[in-house]
């Protein structure tokens, strides 16, 4: 028996220091968040000629709605106002996957911008950005646009297909009759592979089968693998 142990959740209020909710109000209702989760979707306040800079903790630890829940205890998070404006924003580096498969969730891992203030400074941030779309759901090269202060910068991501959720014989293979130690001939054998966006491709190899060398006589089972998917199929063997 081993033991079972379940995060515990926390709830966490916000000081917005000065500033309104999206709504106009001087305070936000706090949120439940789940030990070693993502903080998740955070609240963005506004305050009169200060631009909003994040949430952080009381030690000074920004949070964003992707920094994971360390702290064991309910806590506030406080607004950060900063009276630079920001005048540039520019893609520092793209992120480190560009190649995703038709359901993926976009990977920020390794997408930087630059932002550029009215003073002159300027830094290089890997968070704090809105990007969209943030799922993929056709196939082919998509653009992603990534927004920052009202900034929008883009790339582009490669889609496709990926492996197919369904399979099904599209036609046998030329031979289905054998003698007993003969050898599976899969010539002639497709398959009608079925994708998450609807869409069909007939598979003419690629696929592996069950059974090699067919040792029994009788009618014999095949099944055959692609990706994750299977189908089958009978020959007889004499």
């Given at each position: 028996?081993s033991?079972?142990?379940?995060?515990?959740?926390?709830?966490?209020?916000?000081?917005?220091?000065?500033?309104v909710?999206?709504?106009?109000?001087?305070?936000?209702?706090?949120?439940?968040?789940?030990?070693?989760?993502?903080?998740?979707?955070?609240?963005?306040?506004?305050?009169?000629?200060?631009?909003?800079?994040?949430?952080?903790?009381?030690?000074?630890?920004?949070?964003?709605?992707?920094s994971?829940?360390?702290?064991?205890s309910?806590?506030?998070?406080?607004?950060?106002?900063?009276?630079?404006?920001?005048?540039?924003?520019?893609?520092?580096?793209l992120?480190?996957?560009?190649?995703?498969?038709?359901?993926?969730?976009?990977?920020?891992?390794?997408?930087?911008?630059?932002?550029?203030?009215?003073?002159?400074?300027?830094?290089?941030?890997?968070?704090?950005?809105?990007?969209?779309p943030?799922?993929?759901?056709?196939?082919g090269?998509?653009?992603?646009?990534?927004?920052?202060?009202?900034?929008?910068?883009?790339?582009?991501?490669?889609?496709?297909?990926?492996?197919?959720?369904?399979?099904?014989?599209?036609?046998?293979?030329?031979?289905?009759?054998?003698?007993?130690g003969?050898?599976?001939?899969?010539?002639?054998?497709?398959?009608?592979?079925?994708?998450?966006?609807?869409?069909?491709?007939?598979?003419?190899s690629?696929?592996?089968?069950?059974?090699?060398?067919?040792?029994?006589?009788?009618?014999?089972?095949?099944?055959?693998?692609?990706?994750e998917?299977?189908?089958?199929?009978?020959?007889?063997?004499?």
């Amino acid at each position: 028996v081993s033991a079972k142990w379940i995060p515990n959740e926390y709830s966490v209020s916000f000081d917005l220091n000065g500033g309104v909710s999206e709504s106009g109000s001087e305070s936000t209702n706090p949120i439940t968040v789940t030990f070693g989760s993502a903080y998740g979707s955070l609240p963005k306040p506004s305050k009169e000629g200060f631009r909003f800079a994040g949430w952080k903790l009381s030690d000074g630890t920004s949070i964003y709605s992707s920094s994971t829940v360390n702290t064991a205890s309910d806590h506030t998070l406080f607004a950060c106002w900063d009276t630079r404006a920001v005048t540039n924003c520019e893609l520092y580096s793209l992120p480190d996957k560009t190649e995703y498969v038709l359901g993926d969730t976009l990977d920020t891992e390794g997408l930087k911008i630059e932002i550029t203030y009215d003073t002159g400074e300027s830094e290089v941030v890997d968070c704090g950005f809105d990007c969209t779309p943030d799922t993929f759901e056709s196939q082919g090269l998509q653009t992603v646009s990534v927004i920052y202060n009202g900034f929008t910068m883009t790339f582009d991501v490669n889609v496709t297909k990926g492996m197919p959720c369904e399979i099904s014989i599209s036609s046998l293979p030329d031979k289905t009759s054998y003698f007993v130690g003969e050898t599976l001939d899969m010539a002639g054998l497709s398959l009608l592979a079925t994708y998450l966006d609807g869409s069909q491709d007939t598979i003419t190899s690629g696929f592996e089968c069950s059974v090699s060398t067919l040792k029994r006589e009788g009618t014999q089972r095949v099944t055959v693998s692609y990706g994750e998917c299977s189908a089958v199929f009978n020959v007889t063997v004499l």
